[in-house]
């Protein structure tokens, strides 16, 4: 095993340890506890404003003096189709008609990609975080220049060849390579020209070989006997997201949790049935409905979300849960239920072999 000590160095942190950022179950209190006990902590602004985002970072800064990172989405921005959208509605009636309300009139592009939100931009600007990070794309090379010349560490997703050869154009720091197995929303750039589906395992000896970047191995690891195995394969560090969840310090709520405690989290699906873009998550009644033979193609990413949270919000105030998005990898059932930092200290142990 080869820890990559000058990324470690460059970071600022101990541990060749990152948690996953998650937008909607990342938090704070979890960033903080991760980076205090030595890994490098997330937080996810990419679906809130840019107030909110300003909130999450001075409320991580309180809690830690440590390095964190700031995960923003740079998707192309929603392609609107009136009739798509319309027969994407009415498709769910039946689901919002279970849970007793209307199917909306119609939907918004619930959030503004980072491509296009200079508020957000320039909030990164003034709050200097330590580390960016950029999901489903890349900011204009100028945004890049910028934030680096601010004094912040860049990293970006990537999920095949094609892409890091963009990252490395773009001259983003370090690569983030997320492999299939991943839970959430993948990272693909295009989500529409094709997905080889690689594995981490594959996809982290692919990009080792081809770049002189830090990789860091994301996808389908939940222990430190998988961040060592990473180390070996060539990754500097280990991204774990579903691994964090179980944390008390996460968002998730007590159905999520449960499920991921369950029988369920053995099965999981990439699926754009919840929010337009592949994603992974737990398979649920609103994933079947949405997949159902005879479906028509969901409305674009993220507008398709905005029908997915409004019939979950509705549903939970009848205390239903079958229509959340649960977003997890293929490692779910090996999650751990502990205090972020007791189970940095596990990771920890388990990669020294302990």
Same mark, same amino acid.
């Given at each position: 095993?080869?820890?990559?000590?000058?990324?470690?160095?460059?970071?600022?942190?101990?541990?060749?340890?990152?948690?996953?950022?998650? =937008? @909607?179950?990342? +938090?704070?209190?979890? *960033?903080?506890? #991760? /980076?205090?006990?030595?890994?490098?902590?997330?937080? $996810? %602004?990419?679906?809130?404003?840019?107030?909110?985002?300003?909130?999450?970072?001075?409320?991580?800064?309180?809690?830690?003096?440590?390095?964190?990172?700031?995960?923003?989405?740079?998707?192309?921005?929603?392609?609107?189709?009136?009739?798509?959208?319309?027969?994407?509605?009415?498709?769910?009636?039946?689901?919002?008609?279970?849970?007793?309300?209307?199917?909306?009139?119609?939907?918004?592009?619930?959030?503004?990609?980072?491509?296009?939100?200079?508020?957000?931009?320039?909030?990164?600007?003034?709050?200097?975080?330590?580390?960016?990070?950029?999901?489903?794309?890349?900011?204009?090379?100028?945004?890049?220049?910028?934030?680096?010349? =601010? @004094?912040?560490? +860049?990293?970006?997703? *990537?999920?095949? #060849? /094609?892409?890091?050869?963009?990252?490395?154009?773009? $001259? %983003?720091?370090?690569?983030?390579?997320?492999?299939?197995?991943?839970?959430?929303?993948?990272?693909?750039?295009?989500?529409?020209?094709?997905?080889?589906?690689?594995?981490?395992?594959?996809?982290?000896?692919?990009?080792?070989?081809?770049?002189?970047?830090?990789?860091?191995?994301?996808?389908?690891?939940?222990?430190?006997?998988?961040?060592?195995?990473?180390?070996?394969?060539?990754?500097?560090?280990?991204?774990?997201?579903?691994?964090?969840?179980?944390?008390?310090?996460?968002?998730?709520?007590?159905?999520?949790?449960?499920?991921?405690?369950?029988?369920?989290?053995?099965?999981?699906?990439?699926?754009?049935?919840?929010?337009?873009?592949?994603?992974?998550?737990?398979?649920?009644?609103?994933?079947?409905?949405?997949?159902?033979?005879?479906?028509?193609?969901?409305?674009?990413?993220?507008?398709?979300?905005?029908?997915?949270?409004?019939?979950?919000?509705?549903?939970?105030?009848?205390?239903?849960?079958?229509?959340?998005?649960?977003?997890?990898?293929?490692?779910?059932?090996?999650?751990?239920?502990?205090?972020?930092?007791?189970?940095?200290?596990?990771?920890?142990?388990?990669?020294?072999?302990?």
């Amino acid at each position: 095993m080869n820890v990559d000590q000058e990324l470690l160095a460059r970071l600022g942190i101990r541990l060749p340890i990152v948690q996953a950022p998650m =937008a @909607g179950v990342s +938090t704070p209190q979890l *960033a903080a506890a #991760v /980076s205090n006990a030595g890994g490098l902590g997330s937080i $996810g %602004i990419g679906a809130v404003p840019a107030d909110q985002g300003r909130q999450q970072i001075e409320a991580t800064r309180a809690l830690t003096d440590r390095p964190f990172n700031v995960n923003v989405f740079c998707h192309a921005p929603a392609q609107r189709d009136p009739e798509r959208e319309a027969a994407w509605l009415e498709h769910l009636a039946p689901l919002f008609a279970e849970v007793g309300v209307e199917p909306p009139a119609m939907l918004n592009e619930i959030y503004t990609s980072f491509l296009e939100d200079n508020d957000a931009f320039d909030m990164l600007l003034e709050q200097r975080p330590p580390v960016v990070s950029f999901h489903f794309g890349l900011p204009s090379p100028d945004r890049v220049r910028a934030l680096q010349q =601010a @004094g912040i560490y +860049t990293m970006a997703t *990537a999920t095949q #060849v /094609s892409e890091v050869d963009l990252i490395e154009k773009a $001259g %983003i720091d370090a690569i983030v390579a997320q492999g299939v197995e991943a839970g959430g929303h993948r990272g693909i750039f295009d989500p529409d020209a094709g997905d080889e589906g690689l594995a981490t395992s594959v996809l982290v000896r692919m990009l080792v070989g081809r770049t002189r970047r830090p990789v860091i191995a994301a996808g389908g690891i939940m222990d430190g006997q998988g961040i060592r195995a990473a180390l070996d394969l060539g990754a500097a560090a280990a991204q774990l997201g579903t691994a964090f969840v179980l944390c008390p310090e996460s968002a998730a709520n007590d159905s999520y949790r449960a499920n991921l405690k369950g029988t369920r989290a053995a099965t999981t699906r990439l699926t754009r049935a919840l929010s337009g873009r592949p994603a992974r998550g737990l398979v649920n009644r609103y994933v079947r409905h949405g997949e159902a033979a005879g479906s028509p193609k969901p409305a674009d990413y993220p507008v398709a979300y905005d029908a997915a949270k409004q019939l979950a919000a509705a549903a939970a105030r009848l205390g239903k849960t079958e229509f959340a998005a649960q977003w997890a990898g293929q490692g779910a059932p090996l999650a751990r239920e502990r205090p972020a930092a007791e189970l940095v200290g596990m990771l920890a142990r388990e990669l020294d072999g302990r």
